[in-house]
């Protein structure tokens, strides 16, 4: 039989949260974005006052070999100043109760941070997630908080006096009868069933210190008692989190802001960056690595030539993906490779259908930049192009880490920028060629995923091109700006053919009326003006408000064959397929200038 790596340790709920609050268990997600809904908060208060089970919690003895990398750990100050346990599996749980038995702030998926208030009813042992009603309400206490901590600073009698008296004056004031003796011992006794939840047992596992890291990530992984997927960046996210705190402020910092909009900040209109995102960067530019696997590996000490674990492997390592992390979070290089983007015609987070594609993107970008010397004009004109080709061929979907493994290798034949650029056009030759826009990109056209690289494509193709709106002369890129839309979208997504009127003609169902090609962008107003006039009654209005001249020329610019109201449905989407196609190739051919 194998040794265990692990041993149960009898814990109270009371236990192990005080033992958090002090610092010596560390939980790192006090400091990142807090997903479980207060809902789920109410019921966890109502298994245990039911005394129902509640799951577990698992611990990491800390490692030896991190000893001089301890950091405090949370937002409050600590008694310990180095955490003696990382939380593996039940982080959610814990948090939830730390923060909602004491009033400490978590943060919600945008960084903000927010108190958790769970509200509480001695009369009836009810638990509610907190409104605003409750405050005002006599009968129920708005904060389970408040009674945790008036039993911690011993005024938890005049806390029980104050509710009652509370109570009895709003009675009075309904001209109700006032508590009787009993209700009044019910509420203590209901007080005290919550205050007792500090003895509710907790199954707490703790992982031994001398156990590898390879070991315990593969734990953490498969463990999911929480509900809450785990994964290899849950457990590098926590690594980073405990033993280099400061280095996981930074990136906290740096995703808060791509969130926010203001001046001099990481924020942007194409992707709000999580931390796992900065991880991979960071892999990626500083190790030539695309796969998570690999990172803890290396933050632990392991060269990945030899196989052999150092202290001084994991110096060098830590000091490496530190160097290669401030030239991830570098204002000055994001913006810039957001500048890339922008020039290949993606100016919105609509758009943009898979996050791999602007984080290994933007790898190359700083590859490109950092290791081949590549000047500041060619760089944004060869990155363009890359994501270009990589947004609408589906480059960095799938199977992306594999990708972009073969892609770090073949980049080790790659010794200057010449030779960069000789590599990426030729990669982007391999997927660009006459029969991808005469053969593949129609046929990915040919379908109505609300979701589609290929419609992306064909908008960013627009915007390079600067096409004026359908039926207008305002460019589609303004449209895309932010706040031009206010709380109505400046611009709608339109049917070419409109969906009430195929209905009449036949067409049944969303995969024939929703069909890509038979979309286009309005505006506002010109959506409201055609809504499900047929085809020949709109186009009537256009060519003539229009003119001939003009009329033709919009109908070119989208793609639109200019007869296309006399044409067979299907007939107008196989010939505007092919035309969309040519859109985006002509754009294409238009970043190559």
């Given at each position: 039989?194998?040794?265990?790596l692990f041993k149960?340790?009898?814990?109270k709920?009371?236990?192990?949260?005080?033992?958090?609050?002090i610092?010596?268990?560390?939980?790192?997600?006090?400091?990142?974005?807090f997903?479980?809904?207060?809902?789920k908060?109410?019921?966890?208060?109502?298994?245990?006052l039911k005394?129902?089970?509640?799951?577990?919690?698992?611990?990491?003895?800390?490692?030896a070999?991190?000893d001089?990398?301890?950091?405090s750990?949370?937002?409050?100050g600590?008694?310990?100043?180095?955490?003696?346990?990382?939380v593996?599996?039940?982080?959610?749980r814990?948090?939830a109760?730390?923060?909602?038995m004491?009033?400490?702030k978590i943060?919600d998926?945008?960084f903000a941070?927010r108190?958790?208030?769970?509200?509480?009813?001695?009369?009836?042992r009810?638990?509610?997630?907190?409104?605003?009603?409750f405050?005002r309400?006599p009968?129920?206490?708005?904060k389970v908080?408040?009674?945790?901590?008036?039993?911690?600073?011993?005024?938890?009698s005049?806390?029980?006096?104050?509710?009652?008296?509370?109570?009895?004056?709003?009675k009075?004031?309904?001209?109700?009868k006032?508590?009787?003796?009993?209700?009044e011992?019910?509420?203590?006794n209901?007080?005290?069933?919550?205050l007792?939840l500090?003895?509710?047992?907790?199954?707490?596992?703790?992982?031994?210190?001398?156990?590898?890291?390879?070991?315990?990530?593969?734990?953490?992984v498969?463990?999911?008692s929480?509900g809450q997927s785990l994964?290899?960046?849950?457990?590098?996210?926590?690594?980073?989190?405990?033993?280099?705190?400061?280095?996981?402020d930074?990136?906290?910092?740096?995703?808060?802001?791509?969130?926010?909009p203001?001046?001099?900040?990481?924020?942007?209109?194409?992707?709000?960056?999580e931390?796992s995102?900065?991880?991979?960067m960071?892999?990626?530019?500083g190790?030539?690595?695309?796969?998570?696997?690999?990172?803890?590996?290396l933050?632990?000490?392991?060269?990945?030539?030899?196989?052999?674990?150092?202290?001084e492997?994991?110096?060098?390592?830590?000091?490496?993906?530190?160097?290669?992390?401030?030239?991830?979070m570098?204002?000055?290089?994001?913006h810039?490779f957001?500048?890339?983007?922008g020039?290949?015609?993606?100016i919105?987070?609509?758009?943009?259908?898979?996050?791999?594609?602007?984080v290994?993107?933007?790898?190359?970008?700083?590859?490109?930049?950092?290791?081949?010397?590549?000047?500041?004009?060619?760089?944004?004109?060869t990155i363009?192009?890359?994501?270009?080709m990589?947004?609408?061929?589906?480059f960095?979907?799938?199977s992306t880490?594999?990708?972009?493994?073969?892609?770090?290798?073949d980049?080790r034949?790659?010794h200057?920028?010449?030779?960069?650029?000789?590599?990426?056009?030729?990669?982007?030759?391999?997927?660009f060629?006459?029969?991808?826009?005469?053969?593949t990109?129609?046929?990915?056209l040919?379908?109505a995923?609300a979701i589609?690289p290929?419609?992306?494509?064909?908008?960013?193709?627009?915007?390079?091109?600067?096409t004026?709106?359908?039926?207008?002369?305002?460019?589609v890129?303004?449209?895309?700006?932010?706040?031009?839309?206010?709380?109505?979208?400046?611009v709608?997504?339109?049917?070419?053919?409109p969906?009430?009127?195929?209905t009449?003609?036949?067409?049944?169902?969303?995969?024939?009326r929703?069909?890509?090609?038979?979309?286009?962008?309005?505006d506002?107003?010109?959506?409201?003006?055609?809504?499900?006039?047929p085809?020949?009654?709109?186009?009537?209005?256009?060519?003539n408000?229009?003119?001939?001249t003009?009329?033709r020329?919009?109908?070119e610019?989208?793609?639109?064959?200019?007869d296309?109201?006399?044409?067979?449905?299907?007939?107008?989407?196989?010939?505007?397929?092919?035309?969309?196609?040519?859109?985006?190739?002509?754009a294409?051919?238009?970043?190559?200038?």
């Amino acid at each position: 039989m194998a040794a265990e790596l692990f041993k149960n340790i009898p814990s109270k709920v009371g236990d192990l949260v005080r033992d958090v609050r002090i610092g010596k268990i560390g939980l790192p997600d006090l400091q990142r974005p807090f997903v479980w809904k207060d809902n789920k908060i109410r019921e966890l208060y109502d298994s245990m006052l039911k005394g129902y089970p509640i799951g577990y919690i698992m611990l990491w003895e800390s490692p030896a070999d991190y000893d001089e990398k301890k950091s405090s750990i949370g937002i409050n100050g600590k008694i310990y100043t180095e955490p003696k346990e990382l939380v593996i599996d039940g982080q959610q749980r814990l948090t939830a109760l730390v923060a909602s038995m004491y009033g400490v702030k978590i943060k919600d998926k945008n960084f903000a941070e927010r108190e958790i208030k769970i509200s509480f009813n001695p009369l009836t042992r009810e638990f509610a997630v907190w409104t605003s009603a409750f405050e005002r309400t006599p009968e129920w206490i708005p904060k389970v908080s408040d009674v945790f901590l008036a039993k911690e600073n011993n005024t938890i009698s005049a806390f029980r006096r104050k509710y009652i008296r509370a109570v009895n004056e709003a009675k009075d004031k309904r001209e109700e009868k006032v508590l009787t003796d009993a209700e009044e011992d019910l509420i203590e006794n209901n007080i005290n069933d919550l205050l007792n939840l500090s003895e509710y047992s907790l199954p707490t596992l703790e992982i031994s210190y001398n156990a590898r890291e390879e070991d315990v990530a593969d734990i953490f992984v498969r463990v999911n008692s929480g509900g809450q997927s785990l994964t290899e960046n849950n457990f590098i996210q926590t690594l980073i989190s405990v033993y280099e705190n400061e280095t996981s402020d930074q990136m906290n910092l740096f995703c808060e802001q791509s969130r926010i909009p203001a001046s001099g900040t990481s924020y942007n209109n194409i992707i709000a960056i999580e931390p796992s995102h900065l991880i991979r960067m960071a892999v990626g530019v500083g190790f030539r690595r695309a796969r998570l696997h690999y990172a803890y590996m290396l933050l632990r000490g392991k060269n990945l030539e030899t196989g052999k674990y150092s202290a001084e492997e994991r110096q060098e390592n830590l000091a490496k993906f530190k160097e290669a992390l401030l030239k991830v979070m570098d204002l000055n290089n994001w913006h810039a490779f957001l500048n890339c983007i922008g020039e290949a015609g993606y100016i919105s987070k609509t758009q943009i259908a898979s996050s791999n594609a602007v984080v290994f993107s933007y790898v190359l970008y700083l590859i490109a930049k950092y290791d081949y010397k590549l000047d500041a004009v060619r760089l944004k004109k060869t990155i363009a192009k890359w994501f270009f080709m990589g947004a609408i061929t589906y480059f960095y979907t799938g199977s992306t880490e594999s990708e972009v493994e073969k892609q770090f290798a073949d980049l080790r034949n790659v010794h200057d920028a010449e030779q960069f650029i000789t590599y990426i056009e030729r990669t982007i030759t391999t997927r660009f060629t006459e029969d991808y826009f005469r053969l593949t990109l129609p046929n990915e056209l040919n379908s109505a995923a609300a979701i589609s690289p290929a419609w992306n494509g064909y908008i960013a193709a627009q915007v390079v091109l600067n096409t004026p709106m359908l039926f207008s002369s305002t460019p589609v890129s303004k449209y895309f700006i932010l706040g031009a839309s206010g709380t109505k979208n400046a611009v709608d997504k339109h049917h070419i053919f409109p969906k009430n009127y195929l209905t009449q003609i036949g067409y049944m169902t969303d995969r024939e009326r929703n069909q890509i090609a038979n979309f286009t962008y309005l505006d506002y107003v010109t959506n409201i003006d055609i809504s499900d006039d047929p085809p020949e009654e709109y186009v009537e209005r256009y060519r003539n408000r229009m003119g001939e001249t003009e009329y033709r020329k919009t109908c070119e610019n989208h793609a639109i064959p200019p007869d296309f109201e006399k044409m067979e449905y299907m007939n107008f989407l196989k010939e505007r397929r092919l035309r969309m196609a040519q859109i985006v190739q002509k754009a294409y051919k238009k970043l190559c200038e």
